[in-house]
């Protein structure tokens, strides 16, 4: 038996030799930081490659998303998803804003927008829905609730590198402002990095003031700014990483395949489609343990991992059992049912380019072997 570890996911790494050259340049430059030339030109490559006009690169997508917040001056309540990492609900908190939480769509296990209207008061003044692995949300109901409300949208688009909707439009073109994560986990990383997407200039400027101290000039300070930039280093290693990315997306979307193949006709697992769009990142792999299959969640999960297997159940807990968020009355288990029903049957699985075939199988045979326990 192989009992090699298999890890949810793996950074994608190019060959080290190709990112010395970066190096000396960086070394040659003496420039670390600041928009120096490896930043300005993985900004220009960012927006050629995903299809958008203005990007602001930023030191991760954390403090992207609290400067997305300040840059539309939010205040008051902000309907969102308690489906999501937690980052989401701290930039918040840190904007001294409070979450509303409203439940998610079973399917696409995006935020419902049957649910924002309802949710909506006279101190909402913003929604921060998540494009939840990669697959967009519904966007054209948002927009439409947003207009009539006067509310702005900040997607957090943390998985969401690269897709395109079915119209064949990048997903990051819609909302006020888009947040992109690079993490080294994600589909595109920088080691840490992240990125708002804007949709006029006047907005990028405003956003790259505010991520250097709010400063406008050497002797000037226009706002309150924060140090959100993102190192020479990190931008260099970002231009090698989109020189093998369209590889990797292949490479992802092959084993996302041969999942399918291996887990179609297994009773009681459901195949999370990730493909909800024209074009997919397979920027994960997530899987429900319905009431069909003879183990519990946990119970598979528990299996997973004492054969080697180190997936993760994103996501669970939801940010509603934190609690620095419990005690808020949208965070109330009556108010999400779909959310926790799903928390407690998703398991994602071991994807990442350089994860073998012969372990993909390895991962369907253990849960297709468990599911016939009955």
């Not at 000037?220 to 997306?249: C, D, W, Y």
């Not at 997936?311 to 940010?319: E, G, N, Q, S, T």
């Amino acid at each position: 038996m192989n009992d090699k570890p298999i890890y949810v996911t793996r950074p994608h790494l190019p060959p080290l030799e190709e990112f010395i050259p970066y190096l000396e340049q960086i070394w040659s430059n003496q420039i670390l930081t600041n928009g120096g030339p490896f930043h300005q030109q993985l900004e220009a490559a960012l927006c050629e490659y995903l299809g958008v006009k203005h990007i602001s690169l930023f030191t991760n997508a954390t403090i992207g998303l609290v400067t997305a917040l300040q840059a539309l001056r939010v205040s008051g309540e902000v309907i969102t998803t308690p489906y999501s990492f937690v980052a989401t609900s701290h930039a918040l908190a840190w904007n001294g804003l409070t979450p509303v939480f409203v439940d998610i769509d079973p399917e696409s296990m995006n935020i419902d927008p049957a649910r924002i209207e309802a949710a909506i008061t006279p101190r909402t003044t913003a929604i921060l829905p998540v494009h939840c692995y990669g697959r967009p949300c519904d966007v054209d109901a948002i927009e439409r609730i947003a207009e009539h409300f006067n509310l702005k949208v900040i997607y957090d688009a943390a998985h969401a590198f690269g897709v395109q909707s079915r119209e064949g439009h990048s997903v990051l073109q819609h909302g006020d402002l888009s947040v992109l994560s690079f993490h080294a986990t994600k589909v595109f990383n920088t080691f840490e990095g992240g990125a708002i997407v804007s949709p006029d200039l006047k907005t990028k400027q405003h956003i790259d003031r505010l991520k250097n101290f709010g400063y406008v000039d050497e002797l000037t300070v226009a706002a309150p700014g924060i140090n959100g930039k993102m190192s020479e280093v990190n931008a260099a290693f970002g231009l090698l990483q989109l020189r093998h990315l369209n590889e990797a997306l292949l490479q992802r979307a092959a084993l996302s395949q041969r999942y399918c193949e291996r887990l179609a006709d297994v009773s009681g697992i459901r195949i999370v489609d990730t493909a909800k769009a024209a074009k997919p990142n397979h920027a994960y792999f997530p899987i429900l343990v319905e009431k069909e299959y003879p183990l519990e969640r946990d119970e598979l999960y528990a299996q997973l991992k004492a054969a080697g297997i180190h997936a993760r159940r994103y996501f669970y807990p939801l940010i509603t059992d934190f609690p620095m968020y419990r005690g808020l009355p949208s965070a109330n288990s009556d108010n999400l049912p779909v959310a926790n029903r799903l928390a407690r049957q998703v398991i994602c699985l071991p994807l990442y380019p350089t994860l073998q075939p012969s372990e993909v199988d390895r991962v369907a045979d253990l849960i297709r072997q468990k599911g016939l326990l009955r």
